[in-house]
């Protein structure tokens, strides 16, 4: 039994560093990045999947409970929430900066 104690609290850990690791890798993509909208889209999506890291090890470690049950909530919260508020940031970006062609690499298809 203490071994599957073990196992239960390596495999949190390990989320728990995958959640922290990409957790920094969102700071420092934030600041690296140049202009608005590439900072937006890699925050989004690195936060959303390391918040699913770290909440789903609070959730190995504390196993099935009423606590378990709330932080899954908070989980599918956030993933219908982060990735909807980032769109209108960016929405509200493309729409207000009049120098959006001068600042962004307008891409367009020629194969047509």
Request: glycine content about 6%; proline content about 2%.
């Amino acid at each position: 039994m203490i071994i599957l104690q073990w196992i239960r609290f390596g495999f949190a850990a390990l989320l728990l560093l995958g959640g922290m690791i990409t957790l920094l890798a969102t700071i420092v993509g934030v600041f690296r990045f140049p202009y608005v909208l590439n900072r937006i889209h890699f925050a989004a999506k690195c936060d959303t999947f390391g918040i699913l890291l770290t909440l789903s090890s609070l959730i190995i470690m504390i196993g099935f409970d009423t606590a378990s049950i709330k932080l899954l909530l908070i989980i599918i919260s956030i993933w219908v929430t982060i990735p909807v508020a980032s769109h209108l940031i960016a929405y509200l970006e493309v729409s207000t900066n009049s120098n959006i062609t001068n600042e962004y690499e307008v891409m367009r298809n020629d194969a047509g």
